[in-house]
């Protein structure tokens, strides 16, 4: 094998790309570009009846979404192409009539009744899950049971026919897993797979490895589901004479559940209300349409870097990064054996971190505010409110009285903390605010400490009143931000407001 990298992502267009595909596709984006290779996108649509309108596209501007850029693929130039599988019919046509003539494959010519009656008499003799292998095959229609002229003539009757991989007896197949380390299998285990149908198509194993092959891959980076189909693969690489060049194979661990009793699938995202998809996936069989992360609000760094963590970690407690700071830090080496699992909170936590890191100019773009005031005071409301924000919609909930006095008060709040005292306080601490001409954050401090030292009370005596009348809430960011922002003529106004509508405080007190 050449040192040279060359990863490829190699989805089936049946549908969605599922947030599990997106981790393999980024696990190759990151190892092709740390290593200075090429990540390739190649469609494996031989499976017709499973193909979907769609999807295609879809693969594509999920990952454009996410920022993973290929540099070979259906949709760019390369040399390797083409890069859907369906239009590469004749190679594999060529390639199945070698392992034909070389006695790796053989042609059957079993009928679905009898493959389905060979089952049924296995499992009546105790076998448990009955495979077309080097036994079975003894007893059933293929050019290694019939006679020469017998297997022509059904060709050039057109017969429909499959052809399957001659696997032999009693071997070992090994190889080294970048993740898991030494992997062995015995061929007794492994059944005799079908490669190509008489409609003229190959099956995934077979497409998949002949590409890998002709593609110049380097190292084949997918998910774990497809370990058990690694020795076929192997073997296969023996047999068209291949050895040499063969990729490295890395099987990544499972995403699974919250619960962590089952791979995470799109039902968990239904039952506990997360998305599964990166992007809006339309359905055009049954009209329907499920929001990815992207509609929900997610950005696309803490998607990313969400994904990154479920099977990956640096080593050291670094949680938040970049896709270029993941190219610099990523590695296989690095990448864990069992299953992570996928935790929305902390999904969550990952997008309000992303947003935290963006200018408060980068977060205006993205927020429709009330139309009435200057770009410097959103800007300042945009810095006021960024810690207390999830996505870029938290923006106009966390910030209404920033804009027009409070139309209700919360009534929690007013239960708990409006009392005779609160407002008695309230009422001397407007009177100090009435003399006073400098609304500084500072000088508004100062004199809301003094207040308090001068009274002999504590923070929570008197804020709360303050921060209700002010903004109708119990919680927010600091008061004396808030007070700077909306100015003394507003400020004042407002607590006249409130104790007119909340009254004096003896109802609750
Ligand atoms: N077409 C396979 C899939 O849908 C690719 C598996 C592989 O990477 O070998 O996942």
Redesign the pocket.
């Known amino acids: 094998m050449s040192n040279h990298v060359r990863v490829r992502f ?3 267009p049946t549908g969605p790309l599922h947030m599990g595909g997106v981790r393999t596709a980024l696990y190759n984006y990151l190892f092709a570009v740390k290593n200075g290779g090429e990540f390739i996108l190649r469609i ?1 649509d031989t499976d017709q009846s499973r193909y979907v309108q769609g999807a295609e596209d879809y693969i594509l501007n999920s990952l454009n979404w996410c920022g993973l850029k290929f540099n070979e693929g259906p949709h760019l130039n390369g040399d390797y192409g083409p890069y859907r599988q369906s239009e590469r019919r004749e190679i594999y046509k060529s390639h199945i009539t070698k392992l034909i003539e070389s006695g790796y494959a053989y042609y059957a010519f079993d009928s679905e009744k009898e493959l389905d009656q060979m089952r049924t008499d296995l499992k009546q003799a105790g076998v448990q899950s009955p495979q077309y292998n080097q036994i079975t095959r003894l007893n059933m229609k293929n050019s290694l049971t019939l006679n020469d002229e017998e297997v022509k003539n059904r060709l050039m009757n057109n017969e429909s026919y499959v052809v399957r991989i001659n696997m032999p007896r009693n071997q070992v197949i090994k190889f080294k897993d970048k993740i898991r380390g030494w992997v062995s299998f015995n061929t007794n285990n492994l059944d005799d797979k079908v490669l190509f149908k008489s409609d003229g198509m190959p099956t ?1 194993h077979l497409a ?1 490895v002949i590409d890998d092959h002709l593609m110049k891959i380097s190292h ?1 980076i ?2 774990e589901e ?1 370990l058990p189909s690694a020795p076929l693969h192997i073997f296969l690489y023996q047999c068209f004479g291949w050895e040499r060049d063969m990729p490295e194979f890395a099987h990544l661990p499972l995403i699974l559940n919250p619960e962590g009793d089952g791979k995470l699938s799109k039902r968990d995202g239904d039952r506990l209300g997360f998305p599964i998809f990166p992007i809006i996936w339309n359905n055009s069989e049954n009209y329907t349409a499920t929001e990815g992360y992207k509609e929900k609000g997610f950005l696309k760094e803490a998607f990313v870097n969400m994904l990154v963590f479920l099977g990956w970690n640096p080593g050291n407690t670094k949680e938040i990064y970049s896709l270029e700071e993941l190219v610099d830090d990523f590695s296989l080496e690095r990448v864990g054996k069992s299953g992570s699992r996928y935790n929305f909170e902390k999904t969550k936590w990952f997008n309000q971190q992303h947003l935290r890191l963006k200018s408060a100019k980068q977060i205006l773009k993205n927020i429709k505010f009330p139309e009435n005031k200057e770009e410097d005071y959103l800007l300042k409301v945009v810095d006021l409110v960024k810690e207390r924000c999830v996505f870029y919609k938290d923006f106009l909930n966390e910030s209404t009285y920033l804009f027009s006095p409070p139309e209700s008060y919360e009534k929690e709040a007013v239960q708990k903390k409006w009392s005779t005292e609160s407002v008695s306080h309230l009422l001397s601490i407007k009177t100090k605010l009435s003399l006073c001409d400098d609304f500084s954050k500072e000088n508004l401090e100062i004199i809301f400490k003094n207040y308090l030292k001068s009274s002999n009370i504590g923070f929570g005596k008197a804020m709360p009143g303050l921060r209700i009348s002010i903004t109708g809430r119990m919680q927010g960011p600091s008061m004396f931000s808030i007070m700077n922002l909306l100015g003394k003529d507003e400020v004042l106004a407002r607590i006249e407001k409130a104790i007119k509508e909340l009254g004096n405080g003896e109802d609750n007190s």
């Open positions: 190699a989805p089936s494996e995934y998949n084949v997918r998910g497809w």
